[in-house]
């Protein structure tokens, strides 16, 4: 069973609750997901108070785990002052911490993610970071603190799947005893199931689901082929050959000629 | 007081965090508060000062990935 931070989650699928038609289908999707955890983030709230109440009541009745997250932070006093604040909303130390470097890629900021790493989990967060397949730099994460490495496969929202197979390979077999959660980039259910073919131990999702045409449906497509991705790596698969090998013995064959 | 809310200049007369919540009908509880970038715990509100031009920020859940 898959254990962060001590705590066992039975799903390896942590789905975002971003951008979805209607608060009943982001209900439904996690439902039909079987998901643990969802991701969610902070922001000014208008006079009145009453938008983020109606959403946190969304969620808090879901029943399910809450990581909550600095997306949009693009500097390290913003991204711990948002941890500090969502802590004291959610009543959760863990916190996705997202440090954003630039504006085009979304690509996190990995110097100043390893600082706010640094500073969060030195004041009892639990952080899940939001970083690239570099293993230098997931080696300076955990010296900073961190147990869980969420590396992105693809740019957030792109949808490409993963573009960097052998970095995540690399980064697996580095990091063995690691959680590794792929996070952003997958755009299709078989994309999960690659990452998890290749050991990955979760995959955290929004868009891809989110903006399926059926919400719901496609969160159950995914949960399949994460299982299947799973199962697959524990299996042992076959590595691919350059040549034909016949799966039909010819032992015995009968010989016309 | 001037205060800088969530990024706008709002006068508001309020001596308090607590105070000033109240005057802007926020209620809730999830909502987090921050003043001149340091957290402001929930039960510390209604004994924090305000100064002139304090840089307040209201935050609340809303949908994240």
């Known amino acids: ?257 | 007081m001037t205060f800088i809310i969530n990024g706008e200049e709002q006068q508001v007369a309020a001596a308090t965090l607590a105070d000033l919540l109240t005057a802007l009908d926020y209620e809730g509880e999830w909502l987090a508060t921050a003043v001149n970038g340091e957290l402001v715990h929930r039960e510390e509100r209604s004994g924090f000062p305000l100064g002139e031009r304090d840089r307040i920020e209201i935050l609340s859940p809303m949908q994240g990935g």
């Not at chain 1, 209900?27 to 969610?40: F, H, L, M």
């Not at chain 1, 790596?233 to 016309?256: C, N, Q, W, Y």
């Open chain 1, 1 to 257: 069973m898959l254990k962060l931070y001590n705590v066992e989650v039975q799903s390896r699928l942590l789905l975002g609750t971003a951008r979805y038609p209607s608060p009943a289908i982001l209900a439904e999707a996690v439902r039909t997901s079987k998901t643990d955890i969802v991701t969610v983030s902070l922001r000014r709230e208008t006079v009145g108070g009453k938008a983020g109440g109606a959403f946190f009541e969304l969620i808090r009745d879901l029943g399910v785990r809450v990581l909550p997250n600095t997306a949009g932070c693009h500097t390290v006093s913003e991204a711990v002052l948002t941890a500090k604040m969502a802590r004291e909303v959610f009543s959760t130390d863990w916190i996705k911490l997202e440090v954003i470097g630039n504006h085009d890629t979304l690509q996190p900021d990995v110097f100043a993610l390893v600082e706010a790493a640094g500073i969060l989990s030195g004041e009892g967060f639990k952080v899940f970071p939001y970083t690239t397949d570099d293993l230098v730099v997931a080696e300076r994460l955990l010296e900073a603190g961190c147990k869980v490495l969420m590396p992105w496969c693809a740019p957030i929202g792109s949808a490409m799947g993963p573009v960097n197979l052998p970095a995540l390979r690399s980064m697996r077999a580095s990091f063995p005893d690691v959680p590794l959660i792929v996070d952003a980039g997958i755009g299709r259910p078989s994309h999960a199931a690659t990452v998890m073919e290749l050991g990955f131990d979760a995959v955290l999702l929004n868009t891809a689901v989110a903006g399926a045409a059926d919400p719901a449906a496609m969160a159950a497509a995914f949960t399949g082929a994460i299982d299947a991705g799973r199962t697959a790596f524990h299996a042992g698969m076959l590595e691919p050959r350059d040549m034909a090998v016949p799966s039909t013995p010819v032992i015995g064959k009968a010989v016309f000629s």
